[in-house]
Nanobody, 126 residues
């Protein structure tokens, strides 16, 4: 399986970006998806998760109300819409998927995911 994240860039405080993660090499619909981020000198942290059915979405507290995760099963893509961006959102953003179909569990743990994309850089200027 391959996960390819895109859509990062440089944006001013208060701006928006739309990240996409295209999945190839296996079926997309039966798999939950997550987004994580890692800032320089910091550990990778959970951002958002969407269940395989799309009926459940979960967010880190620091992005609630600003970020929205969704999935387009027709395009094998998971999307992270990021609004009202802050300088502290600056990081490399990674999409990830668990190995098992129909997986549910500790979605906030990076160890729950086995497949990762390369990441896309998001920089928010003040």
């Amino acid at each position: 399986v391959q996960l390819q994240a895109s859509g990062g860039g440089l944006v001013q405080t208060g701006g928006s970006l739309r990240l996409s993660c295209a999945v190839s090499g296996r079926a997309f619909r039966p798999y939950a998806m997550g987004w994580f981020r890692q800032a320089p000198g910091k550990e990778r942290e959970f951002v958002a998760h969407i269940t395989w059915s799309g009926s459940g979405t979960y967010y880190a507290d620091f992005v609630k109300g600003r970020f929205t995760i969704s999935r387009d099963n027709a395009k094998n893509t998971v999307i992270l819409q990021m609004n009202t961006l802050k300088p502290e959102d600056t990081a490399v953003y990674y999409c990830a998927a668990p190995r098992e179909r129909y997986w549910s569990g500790d979605y906030y743990r990076s160890t729950s995911y086995t497949d990762w994309g390369r990441g896309t850089q998001v920089t928010v200027s003040s």
